[in-house]
T-cell receptor
C-alpha cells in the first residue's frame, strides 16, 4: 500500500518569511495529492490539491509542486502570517481503481513567529 | 447541508460499552469516508462508502468495528465492546465523486475510560 513521509515535523518561521514542507510517497501510480491544515481541536481543512498531470499549482500565498519522477511533492507558503500557524498534513491517493482512501503524512507543526 | 456534520462531538463511555457515531455528509456527495486520528498523528483510513455499499473496509482494525450507510447519505460507525485503545477522534469526510476533494467534519472525540 501507499506510504507517505513528511518533513519536517516542526517548523518555526519568522512572520513574512516563506515556509516549505516536503512529502514523499511510495506508490508511483498515485495521482492525487491534497494538503490539509488543521488547527487545534478543529477539522482538517483542505487548502490546496494537485493531480499528477500538472507539476505546480498556486492559490494566492500557497503553492504546491509535484515531482513524479522523484515521487515527492511540497507545500510552499509565502509571506507567512500568524494565522498560518497550524499542523499541516500532506496526503496521497493510491493507484488501485476505486481506491479512494487518503494516506496521510505524520504532519508538520508550523509556528509563525511575530 | 453546508458541511459534513458529525454527532456527538464528544463521547465518554466505559470500557466494554457499545457506541455509535453519526456522520451526515455534504448534500449530494456520493462518497463517504471514516478516518481515525490519534493525538499527534495524521488521520488513518477506516472505511469508504460509495453510495450504500462499503467499497473498501480494509482499515477497520477488527470485527468490533462496523459501519453502515443504508440510504446512501447518513452513515453510522459502530464500535462494540469498546477498549481504551479505541480512544481517538473519529473523522468523517465526503466527496462528490471519483478522486474528488474530501471535506472533513469536526469529528467525534471518543474517550474510553
Amino acid at each position: 500500500g501507499e506510504n507517505v513521509e513528511q518533513h519536517p515535523s516542526t517548523l518555526s518561521v519568522q512572520e513574512g518569511d516563506s515556509a516549505v514542507i516536503k512529502c514523499t510517497y511510495s506508490d508511483s501510480a498515485s495521482n492525487y495529492f491534497p494538503w490539509y491544515k488543521q488547527e487545534l481541536g478543529k477539522r482538517p481543512q483542505l487548502i490546496i490539491d494537485i493531480r499528477s498531470n500538472v507539476g505546480e499549482k498556486k492559490d494566492q500565498r500557497i503553492a504546491v509542486t509535484l515531482n513524479k519522477t522523484a515521487k515527492h511533492f511540497s507545500l510552499h507558503i509565502t509571506e507567512t502570517q500568524p494565522e498560518d500557524s497550524a499542523v499541516y498534513f500532506c496526503a496521497a491517493i493510491g493507484s488501485n481503481f476505486g481506491n479512494e482512501k487518503l494516506t496521510f503524512g505524520t504532519g508538520t507543526r508550523l509556528t509563525i513567529i511575530p | 447541508g453546508a458541511g459534513v456534520s458529525q454527532t456527538p462531538s464528544n463521547k465518554v463511555t466505559e470500557k466494554g460499552k457499545y457506541v455509535e457515531l453519526r456522520c451526515d455528509p455534504i448534500s449530494g456527495h456520493t462518497a463517504l469516508y471514516w478516518y481515525r486520528q490519534s493525538l499527534g498523528q495524521g488521520p488513518e483510513f477506516l472505511i469508504y462508502f460509495q453510495g450504500t455499499g462499503a467499497a473498501d473496509d480494509s482499515g477497520l482494525p477488527n470485527d468490533r468495528f462496523f459501519a453502515v450507510r443504508p440510504e446512501g447519505s447518513v452513515s453510522t460507525l459502530k464500535i462494540q465492546r469498546t477498549e481504551r485503545g479505541d480512544s481517538a477522534v473519529y473523522l468523517c469526510a465526503s466527496s462528490g465523486g471519483f478522486e474528488g476533494p474530501q471535506h472533513f467534519g469536526d469529528g467525534t472525540r471518543l474517550s474510553i475510560l
